[in-house]
DNA sequence: TTCTATTGTGAGACCGGTCTCAAGAAGAAA
DNA sequence: TTTCTTCTTGAGACCGGTCTCACAATAGAA
């Protein structure tokens, strides 16, 4: 079937011009979908198109109508079946609305943030779908919406970035959570997130620059205030990012004379890497420790006993930004819209009362 | 900070070369890093391009070099913990390399396969990774070829392409695992797939599309011909493609009279589901049911029990798959090259004897 | 000092599309 | 038949870079 010699440079609309015997103006006009053509001239250029085997170069079209038909998407890391899901969500509706998507990971990292909006500007995105890694530490986004590029924020807000943002009712759902773990008798509750700070013990939220986890860790303390605990601070724990080290604090925490009873985990990922841990220290869940993860990821159900979660739309949460994304980009959006999807606590039987 | 007005139209060479009182081409040469120049013009043309905030245009570049600095990937879903790894290895690899990553998802299907391959030859990217739904329906692939695109395959090959092709020992894992079962005394050995098949039924491995589940296959019910089972085909089945499907197939199977003792799940999706169906159905793993999943989900290790499974190097199929790609464009690369990674049997407590 | 090399710089073509503008052809109105 | 619209079409500028080529200036060799 390989009739066409393999051409290695490719074909042109003025080849298809030539060889239909018009100029090149007019093939545009046809091939483009613009402009008015006779049907006779129309008919004798599609052909000529087919014949060589014509395909437009998306490149070159960018360059004169300044739209690339891609949207750049920085999220923290794709193996992470939260970023994963959203960004299924994401590629769904950019699809549909004929965009296509360059993946970028930050890592949780702002330098690797900053370079990843470097390159995307530079390519000529027509939009940005970001994560930020850091809600207070976002020049860079800044910079990226005074080029006239729209913005949509995916999980983590900004104040000082007036654009669009989609994220889940963290605060609520953290408030929700400890609420329950407190009526079920729990004094000695630890929040363990995977964000970090620079002397890597926690102090104040006003230190966790993720925002949907500093929103959680308010929501989580104000609820412990509101009962009367006191110092939960002592009990928040950051740096989880790797296996490793949530497993370093995880085993150092339950194994300490004051542990905790029960453990929030702010992603599946940790969720995970404490429930292996209580087997290696021979504890029981929910008899000596209750676990709560966030994000339901699919496991979370079969484990013995299955985990209670924060269940949020995670797809929903990608769609939706990128359903503002899409809808800004054709001109529709005016002022700055802040989605707030609802989470839903989904109460498995690794939470037991405490006596 | 935000010093320079908000110019929606953005600085270009010209811009820079005006201010510092240069040609175009000088201020190119600085700005682009090529060519000769003398010190002091390169400092005049420096500053100017930092005093006007000055971004290069990809795009643009592209158009003259040929060169877009992108490589498309198509694989069938990112929401798939095995293509989320992949990628994720791809990308690591794709960034190492200066390269940025375009991902579309597939749904396993062809046609949207095929639209995907259009989209990105039309976005001209320098190379193609992609995880082909059916091995046997890559006209598209050739034409990609054709086009002089090079090309990679993830995870499944295609002997009428002759490109690149990264993937698993996969039938030699599924002859290990399978006699592995029938050395534990498992007769009724089932084999399940999303894979599907015009009416749903498996009748030779011929069928099947996707080049790496046929080869398990063939390893599959070549191992049982080996010990004398027959009429295992009859085992093998298709269509689990949603968690439904899943559900519907794998209840039938375990309701039935002549039920299997033991089940291959092709992916780790599909394990999961096997694994929520077998409790609903309040049978037992491994006294009722013997379960082996292929792909070494990090949940496989704290179900209970734990489930055996085929490990297979997904970070490192992705990440060699680019690392070819790569070494291609860079004009290395002369014959196409194929690398078969091992994967290796991880044995838990979800298999046992079988009196 | 004169004649090559070598280096630095500018003018302008080019990549492959889009798009403006003007002119020619055809049809409608007078 | 003449004039005014409307429809088609072509010529060529343009997007923002790269890159070739020619020329000027400087340096080194004879």
Redesign the interface.
């Known amino acids: 079937?390989?009739q066409?010699p393999?051409r290695?440079t490719?074909v042109t609309v003025a080849d298809v011009a030539r060889r239909a015997g018009v100029s090149k103006a007019t093939a545009a006009r046809v091939l483009g979908g613009y402009g008015t053509v006779s049907e006779r001239v129309r008919e004798a250029v599609t052909a000529a198109a087919r014949a060589l085997d014509y395909?437009?170069?998306?490149?070159?079209r960018?360059?004169t109508t300044g739209r690339?038909?891609?949207i750049g998407v920085v999220v923290g890391?794709?193996?992470n079946?939260f970023f994963?899901?959203a960004?299924?969500g994401i590629?769904?509706v950019a699809?549909q609305a004929d965009f296509?998507?360059?993946?970028?990971?930050s890592g949780e990292d702002v330098v690797a943030e900053r370079a990843a909006i470097r390159?995307?500007?530079?390519?000529?995105v027509d939009g940005l779908i970001v994560s930020p890694a850091k809600e207070n530490d976002v020049?860079h986004l800044?910079e990226a919406v005074?080029?006239?590029v729209p913005l949509a924020l995916l999980d983590r807000g900004s104040d000082t970035l007036d654009v669009d943002t989609v994220i889940a009712d963290d605060r609520y759902a953290a408030e929700n959570i400890t609420r329950r773990l407190i009526a079920l008798g729990h004094r000695h509750i630890a929040y363990l997130t995977a964000c970090d700070t620079p002397d890597h013990r926690f102090h104040t939220a006003k230190d966790i620059g993720t925002g949907s986890v500093r929103r959680r860790i308010e929501g989580f303390l104000s609820v412990c205030r509101e009962a009367g605990l006191t110092g939960m601070e002592d009990w928040v724990r950051v740096g989880a990012f790797t296996p490793e080290h949530t497993h370093r604090i995880v085993t150092e925490m339950l194994q300490s004379a004051r542990r905790p009873t029960a453990i929030i985990a702010s992603d599946s990922?940790i969720g995970?890497e404490v429930?292996?841990i209580h087997?290696q220290l021979g504890l029981s869940i929910p008899d000596d420790l209750s676990l709560v993860s966030f994000h339901d990821?699919?496991?979370t159900?079969?484990?013995?006993p299955p985990v209670t979660v924060v269940r949020q739309p995670v797809y929903d949460l990608g769609a939706t930004a990128a359903k503002l994304l899409v809808e800004r980009l054709n001109g529709e959006g005016q002022t700055a819209r802040v989605v707030v999807l609802k989470t839903e606590i989904v109460e498995r039987a690794s939470t037991r009362e405490r006596y």
């Open positions: 079937m390989d066409s393999p290695s490719s395909r437009p170069n998306e490149l070159a960018s360059m690339s038909g891609t890391d794709i193996e079946p994963s899901l960004v299924r590629t769904d699809r296509t998507v360059i993946l970028i990971n390159t995307l500007l530079a390519k000529r020049e800044h005074r080029s006239g990922i995970l429930f292996k087997r990821a699919d496991w159900s079969v484990t013995t």
